[in-house]
């Protein structure tokens, strides 16, 4: 155990380092690249991840053309290492400047139907910025997809012998609705543009609109989805991009070939999937291509398409840990944006030490900053477990700020031109009771406009007030509560 912790000591760890440029910046990578390694090196003895750098605005080359530096992960099972156990991986990436996608049409049918098969999208996107961290997972999900495809990558460049060690290129995702697959697969594709644009200069996404590939016209199915792939290959041939196809519900064109050769399945099912199949296996020998791929229901899915993926992933409910860091992530981007007023919110390792320790009591008039984080956690928390244990999704829980402040925050009647103190009691009454149907609010001229006083409440909230965020986990919890008697009636 001592020879393994010497070996750690002296172990070189590699560190991705993701330095954003500002639009039209036109400087060569290489020269930030550099300039970003000098900097880092030269001013830190140690370096804690993921973070946001700072103090490279007082270097003249990165602060003319970098927008921002972010140190991100690193297999080290340590979240801080020295320098001198650094080796840095840096990304240096610039958004596209057309984050419109590109529609992809085929003609079939006799009568030259045209089909809408996928968008191409290019990569990196604004769009989609901050997608990946926001993906929160109980495992070790996004890095196991990011080192597969490092090991393709080392491999291709390593031209090892495909008939000897093979790999297909391909991922599958299944598991329950709402469960952030097709974001991941979204959120991975930019993050490989990011990652490998030092041996790819350009990135795209293309998605498959599954649905649409079976036509009308019978028979055409198959040609539509070869047709398809021959636009794929046309992207692929380009050897400076890096093309990620995503195939969202593929058991939509990979339904199994034992119902249609029973006859329990069109006939022109069965096409399809042996086009989607065939096209598969050309993919496989080009170096800059990954196709991902999503499903709901996983046992429809041919068996044939399952065995060539090189990683099948089963994408779970999030477990209460992982539903108090998506709730957390939403509580911080509105602190962040205003809307909540400011406050700690602990991330889940310590609120999990806090559950023993803290004071239940959310309603003293006293309290010190450091123990209303502590109540804050509990609380979120206690509403984490009560979201699970309702088998919530990701994508339910990251609507529940827009419906917490629909029901019970937005409608409150709060008089104006009070004081922070005064609006947050008014607010915490509102969270404690339920909310009942207000009078009219008294109108007022705001800017020559006639306004209710509730609505210059609103705005003035919006414009750094806040509202305490005890209020928002009352009126959280209150649409958990509605949400399980709903489910419970939808049930009946």
Known sequence: MDGEDDRNIDAIWPLHIEV????????????????????????????????????????????????????????????????????????????????????????????????????????????????????????????????????????????????????????????PPGTGKTSLCRALAQKLSIRLSHKYPHSRLLEINSHSLFSRWFSESGKLVQGLFSSV??????????????????????????????????????RVVNAL??????????????????SNLAKAIDTAFVDRADIVQYIDLPPREAVYEILRSCLLELINKGVVAPVDVPPIHQALSYVNTSNSSLNQSTISPRERARQVSVRLLTLAQKCRDQGMSGRSLRRLPVLAH????????????????????????????????????????????????????????MAGLGTRVEVWLGAMEKVVENREAEVKRFEK
């Open 20 to 175: 954003r440029l500002k639009p039209d910046v036109v400087t060569r990578f290489d020269t930030i690249r550099n300039a970003a390694n000098t900097y880092i090196t030269s001013s830190y003895s140690t370096l804690t991840f993921p973070t946001t750098l700072e103090g490279w605005q007082d270097n003249s080359v990165l602060s003319s053309s970098v927008d921002r530096i972010i140190a991100c992960e690193s297999p080290c099972p340590s979240t801080s290492l020295p320098i001198e156990q650094i080796a840095l991986q840096i990304h240096v990436y610039q958004y596209s400047e057309n984050d419109t996608p590109e529609e992809y049409s085929n003609a079939g049918g006799a009568e030259g139907e045209e089909v809408m098969a996928a968008t191409v999208c290019e990569l990196p996107s604004k769009m989609w910025d901050g997608l990946w961290d926001s993906l929160i997972f109980s495992d070790d999900t996004k890095s196991r997809l990011l080192d597969y495809i490092y090991a393709t990558v080392l491999f291709s460049d390593a031209d090892v012998d495909f008939n000897i060690v093979t790999w297909n290129r391909v991922v599958l995702l299944h598991g």
């Open 233 to 270: 290959m046309d992207l692929v041939e380009d050897e400076e991009t890096f093309v990620t196809v995503l195939i969202d519900e593929v058991e939509s064109l990979t339904a199994a070939r034992a119902g249609a050769m029973a006859g329990t399945e069109p006939s022109d099912a069965l």
């Open 277 to 294: 199949l065939t096209q598969l296996d050309k993919l496989r020998y080009k170096k800059n291509v990954l196709v991902v791929s999503t």
């Open 406 to 461: 629909a029901r019970y925050i937005g409608l409150s009647y709060v008089p104006p031109a009070k004081s922070r103190a005064a609006s947050s009691s008014v607010s915490e009454s509102m969270a404690t009771s339920p909310p009942t149907t207000p009078s009219p609010a008294p109108t007022q001229r705001v800017n020559g406009t006639s306004k209710s006083r509730g609505a210059q409440i609103v705005l003035t909230g």
